[in-house]
């Protein structure tokens, strides 16, 4: 388990080569929010943004629906429970 405290953390990681069997990323941060670094991944790294799994405590940003309704990601809501997202039902 790796943890970034930062969108621009995570951007970094991901760009620098980081690999993981699954990447949980928040919606909401307040430096580089989820639909941030899905186009930053889009722009620099092709490809990579598939690789995100969107959380959130709840949509409530107009653009961020629209975001969420334009992708194939996954998006839970949380709370959620953490081995029946990585290891299924």
Avoid: W
């Avoid at 790796?2 to 919606?27: M, N, P, T």
């Avoid at 307040?30 to 943004?49: M, T, V």
């Amino acid at each position: 388990v790796d943890v970034a405290h930062s969108g621009r953390d995570a951007l970094e990681k991901l760009l620098g080569g980081a690999r993981y069997d699954r990447i949980f990323c928040d919606l909401m941060m307040p430096d580089l929010g989820g639909a941030q670094l899905y186009a930053e991944l889009k722009r620099r790294a092709p490809g990579r943004e598939r690789e995100l799994t969107f959380m959130t405590g709840g949509v409530y940003d107009p653009q961020v629906a629209k975001f969420l309704s334009e992708i194939d990601n996954r998006c839970v809501d949380k709370p959620f429970d953490i081995r029946r997202e990585v290891l299924g039902p």
